[in-house]
């Protein structure tokens, strides 16, 4: 035994042995976490893994104008992390979250960006502080603060919400500027495309619906002249990331709390849909993917990068090519890590049209809307209930509708933060006096998950 080998027993890090001869998946199983195929074989399943997450990921920066670059290296170094803090256990890719698309423009607006970024590292701190708590107590009390009515509406009201970001903004003079709106033929091809792209192919082509159907968006909008390739062609091959501190505002605190939530229970969905793939059980290593996407997010909140998440889509990679190893994983984070250090590579995806954008958002948020309802059914959540029906209605419509609330002393809360608010004082609020009164409709708890992602690569809440 080398020392190599010895200190990753010691530390419980998982090594990969061979799975059959290398080269294919033995019919009938799986190659578990702990397995690999040859080594060409796992860089190239590390490339799809790329590809999966490449469409979402890169949609997050610019939409909320954060440098692309920064974004990349974070993914990359957080997907590192999280296999090093799971062990090497855990197949995850750690990409953008678009739960932080709103509060990023929020907090952008009040305190710049700086006071974003320091909203997006106190979303990391939470929620290392959660899965410390978990890891030692274990993931019941989640349960019963988030059941899946809850969990349910928190996930659809921050898609919801987003919608008029997918239509666009206007600028003094009336004219769009962004979105949907800003270039409607070039949007509707590239919606069209990735509707298409998922019905047409199947396996790993239809879960890169999103990343095919962005590619002939912009070779529909080079063709009609939106795109602008002047920055591209100044900038050079190789440079570091954009870096960039935050700006220590707490006011900003309260309107990330949402996203938060929404991490938990991502992290969970993520966490069983890979036991129930692989037949093994990984709730012990729940409190560590928390403390790891904590850390990641953390981490890009230091130094200018989206918040992170785990991705549904490499999910979906998984499934379709009975791949589970890590150690794709590890070559898809060194490939994420190597892009970020080409400046052109960044000026090519900010050379992106804002129509290309608007189409691909517009399915995006509307499918993080509907994964909400997708938590209830699977979940069997009885709208029978008053306390259900009830909480899931109030904070939707306050969510949707973009009810705002401003303190005397100026501090704006928006209309995820009320409604997410809502949603848990009158769900729990109606228990207590349902259970006081013994009027309580209510049944045992069970957990909530966030589904595995269907056969295309949507995001889980992001």
Request: charged share 10%; glycine share 14%.
């Amino acid at each position: 035994m080398t020392q190599g080998t010895a200190l990753r027993e010691r530390l419980g890090f998982v090594g990969w042995r061979l799975h059959g001869d290398g080269k294919v998946v033995t019919p009938g199983e799986i190659v578990k976490p702990g397995e690999r195929l040859g080594w060409w074989r796992s860089i190239g399943l590390g490339g799809q893994h790329v590809l999966a997450m490449f469409g979402s990921t890169i949609l997050v920066p610019r939409i909320t104008e954060f440098p692309v670059a920064p974004t990349l290296f974070f993914s990359a170094v957080g997907t590192i992390l999280f296999l090093l803090i799971t062990k090497n256990r855990l197949p995850s890719y750690l990409g953008s979250s678009f739960a932080f698309i709103v509060p990023i423009g929020v907090a952008t607006a009040s305190g710049g960006v700086g006071a974003a970024l320091f909203g997006i590292l106190m979303t990391g701190v939470l929620l290392v502080v959660a899965g410390v708590v978990v890891h030692f107590a274990g993931p019941r009390w989640i349960q019963a603060f988030m059941p899946p009515v809850v969990t349910g509406t928190i996930v659809a009201l921050i898609g919801f919400n987003l919608a008029p970001v997918a239509w666009g903004n206007v600028d003094a003079d009336g004219n769009p500027v962004s979105g949907f709106r800003a270039a409607p033929v070039t949007a509707a091809v590239t919606l069209g495309a990735i509707l298409l792209a998922t019905v047409l192919f199947r396996g790993i082509l239809g879960r890169l619906s999103i990343l095919l159907g962005i590619v002939v968006g912009y070779l529909v909008a080079l063709w009609r002249g939106e795109v602008v390739f002047t920055d591209v062609e100044k900038a050079s091959w190789f440079g570091l990331p954009d870096f960039q501190a935050p700006t220590v505002d707490f006011s900003v605190v309260l309107i990330f709390l949402p996203v938060v939530l929404v991490l938990i229970a991502e992290n969970i969905g993520h966490v069983k849909s890979v036991s129930t793939m692989t037949g093994e059980n990984y709730d012990p290593l729940m409190g560590r993917a928390l403390i790891a996407d904590g850390l990641a997010t953390t981490l890009a909140g230091a130094g200018g990068g989206s918040g992170t998440t785990t991705y549904a889509e490499n999910i979906g990679v998984m499934a379709a090519s009975r791949v589970y190893s890590t150690a794709a994983y590890w070559f898809a984070g060194f490939a994420a890590l190597m892009l970020s250090f080409s400046p052109k590579f960044a000026e090519l995806i900010y050379s992106i049209p804002v129509g290309v954008i608007g189409g691909a958002a517009t399915l995006l948020f509307g499918m993080i809307g509907m994964l909400g309802a997708r938590i209830w059914v699977q979940n069997k959540v009885d709208f029978g209930d008053p306390a259900n029906l009830m909480s899931a209605g109030v904070g939707l419509v306050i969510a949707i509708a973009g009810f705002v609330f401003v303190t005397g002393d100026g501090l704006r809360f928006d209309g995820i933060v009320l409604g997410t608010a809502a949603t848990l004082v009158i769900y729990h609020g109606m228990r207590f006096v349902g259970r006081w009164r013994g009027t309580s409709h209510e049944e045992a708890a069970t957990p909530a998950a966030v589904p595995a992602a269907p056969a295309t690569d949507v995001p889980d809440a992001r």
